[in-house]
């Protein structure tokens, strides 16, 4: 069974920074997209920042300019979320996303609790 590992997650302030790190398992060829969504209380889960293969990344409105997707240049499967300025608003579970052979793939989640 295809896992994705998920690293990071915890509690931080209002302000504060947090980077969340995702790795598909290294014998898995041709991820086509990579990312991240989140689900906070009460509501939908939905997007965060997905890179595809050509190296355009999509951010939801409500992150832009304060949380960065990065693609691991030497680890392909690899990918960091730096999220800077958090607010409480950022509070969710966030899963990670993985796309390849037609099938998406989910990492069980981490929570990132923004609160002072």
């Known amino acids: 069974q295809v896992r994705l590992e998920e690293f990071g997650g915890g509690l931080v302030h209002p302000g504060g920074s947090l980077t969340l790190s995702c790795e598909a398992p290294?014998?898995?060829?041709?991820?086509?997209?990579m990312g991240w969504y989140r689900q906070a209380p009460g509501k939908q889960r939905g997007l965060v920042a997905v890179v595809g293969n050509d190296g355009r990344t999509r951010y939801a409105d409500s992150v832009k300019g304060r949380f960065s997707l990065l693609r691991d240049k030497i680890a392909m499967n690899t990918v960091h979320l730096q999220m800077d300025s958090l607010e409480p608003e950022d509070t969710a579970v966030y899963y990670c996303?993985?796309?390849?052979?037609?099938?998406?793939?989910w990492g069980k989640g981490t929570l990132v609790t923004v609160s002072s």
């Open positions: 290294a014998h898995v060829w041709g991820i086509t997209s």
């Open positions: 996303y993985a796309y390849w052979d037609d099938l998406t793939y």
